[in-house]
């Protein structure tokens, strides 16, 4: 079963990815519920979740248009706005332990090319989802997301499936307290 439920997990998530790319902000909302249906959460929570993690996609968007336009200020509050959306997420989804300033982080150095921060964020958010005592875990989620996110931009599509189905198959052995995953 896991097995099954990490390969559709891994097939969402990747499709997220370039639901993204094209702006196709309702339907990665959409994947975004599966995702969260698929979990266990009642439909009600998945698709107010799915719906706040695609408002944050388009905020974390906004952000790095404003960086491009050199309005630091107006980047800083559109992510601001964006981890508020993913704190949402984390309310609906009654997450224990906040990660939406790690998620928001990550988002906003993988555009500024920092990718030892990138690399520090991905693995504090998924350390607090997860447990010190699943460190090890952590460690290997962290690769799996660094992985996705440099295939995905070398646009191969079944490869960042792959590392995205490794990503679900090593979290779901370990059944966490809470997801690590807000899109």
Known sequence: MNQSLAATLGELQAQIYWLHDAEKFTELASS?????????????????????????YQLADYADNAKKASHRDREMDFYHQAKDKLTEAETVLNYKNTIAIHQMQWWMYFR????????????????????????????????????IGRVHKLRDIEI????????????????????????
């Open 32 to 56: 975004t519920a599966t995702i969260y249906m698929k979990l266990g959460y009642t439909q009600h929570q998945a698709e107010t979740a799915g719906n706040l993690i695609s408002q944050a």
């Open 112 to 147: 500024h090319k920092q990718k030892i921060q990138v690399l520090l964020h991905l693995f504090l958010q998924n350390l607090k989802a997860v447990g010190l005592i699943n460190l090890l875990t952590a460690i290997k989620l962290t690769y799996f997301l660094m992985e």
């Open 160 to 183: 960042t499936k792959q590392n995205a189905i490794q990503y679900w198959a090593e979290l779901l052995k370990i059944k966490p307290p809470q997801y690590p995953y807000l899109g």
